[in-house]
């Protein structure tokens, strides 16, 4: 089993920054991939972006490409994404979620995950 808590969301106006963290249970941490998933009022989760089990593979969808950055500490289990340039579209609850594989690929699907945290909002607004 393994537990899942997210925080740094919160209200940020367009353009700016923010940083999440994920803070997980467990010794296995270090060897499975993590994935960053949101969900939009009205909308369904979506993949954000994933990284394998040692941080040197990672994929992200074409929404955040360029402008959010996955990364992980495996000896504070702990994954992490950097936002940057927010929009309003960037709204939404924000889940961390485990994948029991190693491999990033894996980690893209909603459908796909073993774990999920509980979420942490983000509100780009001016």
């Known amino acids: 089993q393994v537990q899942l808590v997210e925080s740094g969301g919160g209200l940020v106006q367009p353009g700016g920054s923010l940083r999440l963290s994920c803070a997980a249970s467990?010794?296995?941490?270090?060897?499975?991939?993590m994935g960053w998933f949101r969900q939009a009022p009205g909308k369904e989760r979506e993949f954000v972006a994933a990284?394998?089990?040692?941080?040197?593979?990672?994929y992200y969808s074409d929404s955040v490409k360029g402008r959010f950055t996955i990364s992980r500490d495996n000896a504070k289990n702990t994954v992490y994404l950097q936002m940057n340039s927010l929009n309003p579209e960037d709204t939404g609850v924000y889940y961390c979620?485990?994948?029991?594989?190693?491999?990033?690929?894996?980690?893209?699907?909603?459908?796909?995950?073993?774990?999920w945290g509980t979420g942490t909002l983000v509100t780009v607004s001016s």
């Open positions: 979620a485990v994948r029991k594989r190693s491999s990033a690929s894996y980690a893209t699907s909603v459908g796909a995950m073993d774990y």
């Open positions: 990284i394998n089990y040692n941080g040197d593979t990672t």
């Open positions: 467990g010794r296995t941490f270090s060897v499975y991939a």
